[in-house]
């Protein structure tokens, strides 16, 4: 496996199985998001602690032995998808971190991301 530079992004180990949300977030950062194909919980831990413990050279050398395969999910090349992926991006985001707008996040978002879901598997 390759070392991951700054020209993809990989999401939190929850995210996962999320195809929508990951969508998003590679067309919001404009840029190829790395799905692990298994677990990786507490795999940075791991990576660091061996590190430290000098089973290998370097960081880049730790990744190749230690982390999973993954896919890629690349964002649409198309501005507009982008766009409207961002609005829902900081929409979900706000609506994660202030509880009292969860009544606004299950109305109009979650039905917007239904939909983007639906489209994303043809069945719009």
């Known amino acids: 496996m390759a070392y991951r530079s700054a020209e993809s992004s990989t999401p939190a180990a929850s995210l996962r199985k999320n195809e929508v949300l990951n969508r ?10 790395l799905i692990p194909k298994s677990d990786v919980n507490s795999l940075g831990s791991a990576i660091f602690a061996a590190l ?16 999973p395969e993954y896919r890629v999910v690349e964002p649409d ?10 609005t829902l991006y900081i929409a979900n985001f706000t609506c994660f971190r202030q509880f009292e707008r969860t009544r606004h ?19 719009a």
Not at 24 to 33: E, G, I, R, S, T
Not at 105 to 123: C, E, K, S
Request: net charge positive; hydrophobic share 45%; with cysteine.
């Open 77 to 86: 090349p198309k501005p507009l998808k982008r766009t409207r992926s961002f």
């Open 52 to 67: 430290a413990a000098g089973a290998f050279r370097s960081l880049e050398d730790a990744q190749d032995a230690l982390c």
């Open 24 to 33: 998003v977030y590679a067309n919001v950062l404009n840029k190829p998001m």
């Open 105 to 123: 996040f299950r109305r109009r978002i979650l039905p917007t991301l239904r939909r983007v879901a639906a489209a994303a598997r043809g069945n």
